[in-house]
Nanobody
Framework: QVQLVESGGGSVQAGGSLRLSCVGS????????MGWFRQAPGEEREGVAA???????YYADSVKGRFTISKDKAKDTLYLQMSSLKPEDSALYYC??????????????????????WGQGTQVTVSS
């Protein structure tokens, strides 16, 4: 059974940085596409960044140049390095994983409906 556990969230002032981690078990990280999503209260879940099984990365326009997604295959860990954080980045951040080689719906790995497995989330709060 695939399990995903996020960590690294916290409170930070605007302009600061955080690195989120997502440790996976029950699957081979290198063969899965993975993504980071976030959801603020009253908002829909949105895709932030994704990395497919071939290592290609995808970013939401709102985080390009500030966030970097990466994975450490040896540690079965997905990361999201977040820099120049803004108050509007505050949300519950989730990691997700899927075993398909290409998106099945909508054509983008930033779509939440592309993922089968989800973590419980880690909270990020950015104060101004």
């Amino acid at each position: 059974q695939v399990q995903l556990v996020e960590s690294g969230g916290g409170s930070v002032q605007a302009g600061g940085s955080l690195r989120l981690s997502c440790v996976g078990s029950g699957y081979y990280l290198s063969s899965y596409s993975m993504g980071w999503f976030r959801q603020a209260p009253g908002e829909e879940r949105e895709g932030v960044a994704a990395i497919d099984s071939d290592g290609r990365t995808y970013y939401a326009d709102s985080v390009k140049g500030r966030f970097t997604i990466s994975k450490d295959k040896a540690k079965d860990t997905l990361y999201l390095q977040m820099s120049s954080l803004k108050p509007e980045d505050s949300a519950l951040y989730y990691c997700a994983a899927d075993y398909h080689k290409s998106p099945q719906y909508g054509g983008s790995w930033l779509g939440s409906n592309e993922y089968v497995y989800w973590g419980q989330g880690t909270q990020v709060t950015v104060s101004s």
